[in-house]
């Protein structure tokens, strides 16, 4: 990690583009090698289009993924582009009646760059008044906030009083969902890489946060919930899905998010060798694919924002400066070093304007 | 197999109760040295009970499975008890007012043995007219029936003109859910392990059936299907079930019912390492759990009793004679040997009496 402050970031408000463009396609983990920061082209403003400021870059997992050749949801990045993902910066022109200079904007999955260009008509386009809380709209609302929501209310089907059990539970996403699981009247079991997680897992709302590295998880999922859990949150795959496989209620569901363990191995990763259980438990195994709710965000988004008022979704951000640090904070996803949601802040906020 | 006939089956009404009675857990596959053929108690009939003389033993994959210590739906077959499974038999005394001697009854699990008292009023002790087609009731009914029904419809919300894709499919389970499918509107591909049995299960309803010996199932199945299957209709597990997650299209249903491949191994069987791709395709996969649909079997049963009537429901039996091969016989089940539903006769039919 380079040692980078706010002091070091340039100017916002140079029409400058530096890029992390792929030069390689990783092999295991992204290494500051398989990318290169270049001066990149300044973007050109058409109209119907607006020109954003990029501010802060949101790491996420699925980042890795979409830099490996392969049946994925979208196409790989290819070799000498930017590498892809989401981030939030401020509009600084604007040619479409929709937006204005100084509101927050997404810009789509804008990647790891200074400026870009979106199209104002572009649905995955949103803006925000000036005012909005960019930060946590990263940290909750454009990363974890549908996956939280629809995994556990449409794939998990959550009921009141239902018994949980959320894995990388510090991490963005199992955050937000064990305190969405709350939330919608469910007891929460976490599953976390550290003690100081486990209790902020626990300040959060889990009845108990287990330390993945500390403790027997099978003998102490057991002794918890006796009768097993009736939702299964999974974002790691491996090892503890398993685990958790031989730990579900009668009808139970297996929420699929991801497999953090498995993102830079190479080859067939083992698959979860308790499957069968699923024919014991009549249970399912649902895999989550947040494009399929596009449609719907607004209905996670809302529920979000509307916990947050009543000071019932806490967030915590691990934030890096500078184009620099990319790869590294975007491996913390997959070592555990980040506390809360990681993000790379590449300039210091421009603020509402005028610019 | 030992070679025995009809005329080797000792006198259906003789009062001698031969069983086969599990000596040592079984480590793979079924040895005849694991079990005894032993002269029995001869069961004793009492108020509210029926006495059955067996007929017909079913061979069924989770017989198996209730051989070994585990976390099963069932408790494990004591050592020194008869082996537990289905079949056929007839009344030959009662004390219930609703069974007459001459009826056909399952009696429940009534395991490997040639007579068998059940409680009348047991909801698993179905009796059927001294008419009735006993051999199809073990070979569709009793044994594939449910799973292959609710399968496709309950789990796998079969829809018209689904792409169905069923594994083993020239088995007792398989053909039955080719024929299901068929004739709830979806069109039909069927792995199975013989050019014969492919050329039967395409004679029964599958457009096409692959020889998982003979061809290259990945780019056949691609071939054949570009979009992918909406179905998965799994009953074998291990590489078949990996590869038909490559092939799966968006919103696809894997409905797992067992895995033959697996039932035999001992420690952990490797999982489908491609289940990441139920994230991909927005997919799922279920368990199937026959006890979760007791109380609707019969809608099942009446399902396939019409589809008989219109002659869109084949089967096929694979019958040997006496409880020396009840061994043989259930790994034959395993070893992909038989064609068609495996059974024992263990006496001549004694007809409807009077006796």
Chains 1, 2 share one sequence.
Not at 33 to 40: A, L, R, T
Not at 316 to 332: H, I, M, S, T
Request: a negative charge; proline letters at 6%.
């Amino acid at each position: 990690m380079t040692d980078l402050t706010l002091a070091d970031m340039p100017d916002p408000l140079t029409r400058a583009n530096r890029q992390v463009v792929l030069r390689s396609r990783p092999d295991g983990m992204l290494k500051n090698d398989d990318v290169e920061v270049v001066d990149g082209p300044m973007p050109e403003l058409g109209d119907g289009q607006i020109l954003i400021r990029m501010v802060y870059l949101q790491m996420d997992a699925a980042v890795r993924s979409w830099l490996d050749e392969g049946e994925g949801y979208l196409p790989a990045v290819e070799i000498g582009a930017a590498v892809r993902g989401g981030g939030m910066g401020r509009i600084i022109e604007s040619r479409h009646p929709d937006y204005t200079p100084g509101m927050w904007c997404g810009g789509g999955l804008p990647g790891w760059q200074d400026w870009v260009v979106a199209d104002g008509d572009d649905p995955f386009v949103n803006a925000f008044p000036p005012e909005h809380d960019a930060v946590f709209q990263i940290a909750v609302i454009a990363s974890a906030a549908a996956t939280a929501y629809f995994g556990l209310t449409d794939l998990g089907e959550i009921k009141e009083g239902d018994s949980v059990l959320v894995s990388a539970a510090g991490g963005s996403t199992g955050s937000v969902a064990v305190q969405a699981a709350r939330n919608l009247g469910a007891t929460v079991v976490g599953i976390a890489g550290s003690d100081d997680k486990c209790r902020w897992v626990e300040s959060i709302g889990a009845e108990v946060c287990l330390n993945r590295r500390t403790e027997d998880l099978a003998a102490r999922l057991k002794e918890i919930r006796p009768k097993g859990f009736d939702i299964y949150f999974d974002n790691v795959g491996g090892d503890i899905l398993d685990l958790a496989l031989r730990r579900l209620a009668i009808g139970a569901r297996v929420v699929i998010i991801g497999a953090i363990s498995m993102y830079n191995d190479k080859g067939r990763p083992p698959g979860p060798s308790n499957y069968l259980n699923l024919i014991n438990k009549q249970a399912k195994m649902v895999g989550f694919q947040g494009m399929a709710y596009v449609q719907r965000y607004p209905e996670a988004w809302e529920r979000m924002w509307d916990w947050r008022r009543e000071e019932k979704m806490d967030f915590k951000v691990d934030r890096k400066f500078g184009l620099e640090n990319c790869v590294d904070q975007l491996n913390a996803l997959f070592t555990g070093a980040n506390t809360g949601k990681a993000m790379v802040q590449i300039c210091d906020d421009p603020g509402p304007g005028p610019y």
